[in-house]
């Protein structure tokens, strides 16, 4: 609660705990990301390779 107009207010000290918290780790945040790499990467090597073979097939037979 603010006090009384004109009375004077001591802000807080350094090391008292008053005002903001610093961060306690610095980074991303989870987002599960990795999760999809992790099937995404494997899957998209796996239609690279099936559509290279259909084109070597196509090409071959015109």
């Known amino acids: ?3 009384q107009p004109g009375t004077a ?3 807080g000290q350094p090391g008292t705990g008053i005002g903001i918290a610093p961060a306690r780790q610095a980074g ?5 990301a990795g ?7 494997p899957l ?3 239609t690279l390779i099936a559509g290279a ?3 070597r097939r ?3 037979t015109a």
């Open 1 to 3: 609660m603010p006090g």
């Open 9 to 11: 207010v001591t802000p």
């Open 28 to 32: 991303l945040a989870a987002t599960g």
């Open 35 to 41: 999760d999809v790499l992790g099937v995404g990467l």
């Open 44 to 46: 998209a090597a796996g």
């Open 53 to 55: 073979l259909l084109y």
């Open 58 to 60: 196509a090409r071959n």
